[in-house]
């Protein structure tokens, strides 16, 4: 999840300054706002001036989406482009799936005392 920080300066500009990437396994909106905590807390930012905008950009898509789908070409890449992405998202979950299960698996190796290290 991308974090952008946007805030009015002393002059009345608006400015917006990207703050980083926070990595998020769950796209609830209950483990959303717990990532978002988390990186304010880490940032030591204060909620007490704080307002949310978020993007999903499908409010400002649906009128785009209906002309995209009258012309059979852009519809294809769309299509395409779509599948696409469920491909990446599902890559993603899986390497989280994969990244957890490898940590339990040396955990266990640990505890049994199987583990071979190159110190002595």
Not at 74 to 92: K, R, Y
Request: net charge neutral.
């Amino acid at each position: 999840m991308a974090m952008v920080l946007r805030y009015v300066n002393d002059k009345g500009q608006i400015i917006e300054r990207f703050v980083g990437v926070q990595h998020v396994t769950d796209t609830t909106s209950s483990a959303l706002k717990e990532a978002i905590d988390e990186f304010f807390s880490s940032a030591n930012l204060s909620f007490s001036k704080l307002r949310g905008q978020g993007y999903d950009g499908a409010s400002n898509m649906r009128a785009l989406v209906a002309v995209a789908k009258k012309n059979i070409d852009v519809n294809s890449f769309f299509t395409m482009a779509n599948s696409l992405v469920n491909v990446v998202g599902a890559s993603c979950k899986r390497r989280d799936a994969l990244r957890a299960q490898y940590q339990e698996e040396l955990v266990r190796a640990f505890e049994d005392d199987c583990l071979i290290t190159g110190g002595t």
